[in-house]
C-alpha cells in the first residue's frame, strides 16, 4: 500500500498588495516558505519588507491577492494564526519593571499557560539563552545583548510552530550576535521554522536557506544566498582604482564589471587572470581580488544610495 503526503507551505503568498491609499507599500508579490527552514526578508528603509511582516503577523490587514500561513487566510484566521507564532521586535519592549524572570511569567499567562507548565518552559528557555544567572535581575540592569537573548526566550514561550525574527541582533557586538546566531540555527535543527529580516547581510548568508531582496515594494530576486551570489557577481571581485586604461580593457574583454564612485568591481569567477592582466597590461600598482558577497548582490540590485 503506498502512502501519500500533502505538504503544505507554512507560508504561501500570491499576487500579496498592501496599500495605503495610492502608495503601494507591498506591490503583488509571491514567495512561499516551507517548514523548517530560514527565510529572510532583505531590503534597503521602506522596501515593504517590515510591511510583509506585519502581515503574516496579522497585525497589518492585506489589501489584495493570497496570504496564508499554515493554511489559514491572514485576514480571516488572525487569533489561530498568532497562537502559533512567536516573535522577537527590532525594538526592545521588556516591561523594566519586572526581572528577567517576571517578564516571561507575565507573558505566558497570554497563552493561558498553567502556572507550573509555564514555570517549567521558563527554566528551560533561560538555560537555552544562557540568562539562568540572571533569573532574578531587574530589566535595566541587563546589557543590550542579554535583552536580545531574554526577547527570544519569550517569544518561545508559547512553543510556536513559526518564529519571526524583526532584526535580531541589532545594535549587538559580535560576541552577542554570534551567540544568537548560534541559538537561531540549533532552534532550526529543532524543527522551527524561522522567518527573519536584517540589516546584516552577513547574518543572512549564514543563517539563510533562502531569501528574497525586495525594492520599492517588489521582489527583485529570490533563491538560496550561494546562488545569489554565483548568478549575479560571480565568485569573487576585484577592485580597482577608476583608471581609463583599466576601463578601456575590460571593455574590450567584455569584462562584467561596474564603476562604483572611484573604484571599478569586477565580477568574474577567475580573480586571478582578471588581476595579472590589469597589473601587466595596464600598469597599475594596486588591485585587490576578494570573495564575493551577499553584500555584492544587495548593493548591485539596489544601488548604494542612502535610504531615510
Known amino acids: 500500500m503506498k502512502w501519500w503526503f500533502v505538504i503544505v507551505s507554512v507560508i ?3 499576487d500579496l498588495m498592501k496599500r495605503f491609499g495610492e502608495f503601494a507599500a507591498v506591490d503583488n508579490i509571491s514567495f512561499t516558505v516551507e517548514e523548517g527552514e530560514i527565510f529572510g526578508f532583505l531590503g534597503p528603509n521602506g522596501a515593504g519588507k517590515t510591511t510583509a511582516m506585519k502581515m503574516i503577523q496579522c497585525i497589518s490587514p492585506k489589501s489584495g491577492g493570497k496570504l496564508e500561513v ?18 522577537v521586535p527590532q525594538e526592545t519592549n521588556l516591561d523594566p519593571d519586572l526581572t528577567v ?12 499557560i498553567p502556572r507550573t507548565e509555564a514555570e517549567k518552559r521558563i527554566d528551560e528557555l533561560l538555560d537555552f539563552v544562557q540568562l539562568r544567572d540572571k533569573k532574578d535581575t531587574s530589566i535595566i540592569q541587563l546589557s543590550g545583548g542579554m535583552k536580545r537573548r531574554l526577547i527570544l526566550a519569550r517569544s518561545l514561550i508559547n512553543d510556536p510552530r513559526l518564529l519571526i525574527l524583526d532584526e535580531p541582533t541589532v545594535g549587538l557586538d559580535p560576541q552577542a550576535r554570534h551567540l544568537i546566531w548560534d541559538r537561531i540555527k540549533k532552534l532550526q535543527s529543532q524543527g522551527s521554522t524561522i522567518v527573519l ?8 548568508e549564514r543563517l539563510c536557506d533562502r531569501l528574497v531582496i525586495m525594492d520599492n515594494g517588489k521582489i527583485l530576486v529570490e ?12 565568485t569573487d571581485i576585484v577592485e580597482v582604482e577608476k583608471n581609463p586604461v583599466a576601463i578601456d580593457y575590460l571593455d574590450r574583454t567584455s569584462a562584467n564589471y561596474e564603476v562604483m564612485g572611484d573604484m571599478i568591481q569586477v565580477y568574474t569567477d577567475n580573480p586571478q587572470k582578471i588581476t595579472n592582466a590589469l597589473l601587466e597590461k595596464c600598469k597599475l600598482g594596486h588591485v585587490i581580488a576578494r570573495r564575493a558577497t551577499l553584500e555584492d548582490v544587495f548593493l548591485k540590485l539596489t544601488g548604494k544610495k542612502l535610504r531615510d
Open 197 to 204: 529580516t536584517t540589516h546584516y547581510l552577513e547574518e543572512a
Open 12 to 14: 504561501v503568498a500570491r
Open 101 to 112: 524572570y517576571e517578564n516571561l511569567l507575565v507573558y505566558s499567562r497570554y497563552f493561558d
Open 223 to 234: 533563491g538560496k544566498p550561494d546562488e545569489l551570489v554565483r548568478g549575479y557577481v560571480g
Open 70 to 87: 499554515f493554511g489559514m487566510d491572514v485576514n480571516t484566521y488572525q487569533r489561530e494564526i498568532k497562537r502559533l507564532l512567536g516573535v
